[in-house]
């Protein structure tokens, strides 16, 4: 079964960069099997599509993110990543790694909280 484990700082100064990993057990993340997808929740909010990396390490991110936020991955450590610049207090949430099954099997991390805060 796969398993996906968030990780990153819980508390983060409005301006900074966010970086969160994502660290995938049970299948390679070198696999075409998956998008291994980022997806946020504000509080109060419903779920929030931040990007997604495939397995030649194409990106696709939100528009209204893609001038701040990039993913990437490193096959050596079974990871994908996420970096958000200029964090603002709006993107305090709960984030989510997602392996988005390309044949109907998907999986979720039990997701990272994220606060911007001064």
């Known amino acids: 079964q796969v398993r996906l484990q968030e990780s990153g700082p819980g508390l983060v100064k409005p301006s900074q960069t966010l970086s969160l990993t994502c660290t995938i057990s049970?299948?390679?993340?070198?696999?075409?099997?998956?998008?291994w997808t980022w997806i946020r929740q504000p509080p109060g909010k419903g779920l929030e599509w931040i990007g997604c990396?495939?397995?030649?390490?194409?990106?696709d991110v939100s528009p209204t993110l893609r001038n701040r936020t990039s993913i990437s991955r490193d096959d050596d450590k079974n990871a994908v990543y996420l970096q958000m610049s200029r964090l603002k207090v709006e993107d305090t949430a709960v984030y989510f790694c997602y392996g988005d099954g390309v044949q109907g099997v998907s999986y979720w991390g039990h997701g990272t909280q994220v606060t911007v805060s001064s």
């Open positions: 049970g299948d390679t993340i070198a696999t075409d099997s998956y998008y």
């Open positions: 990396i495939d397995n030649t390490g194409g990106t």
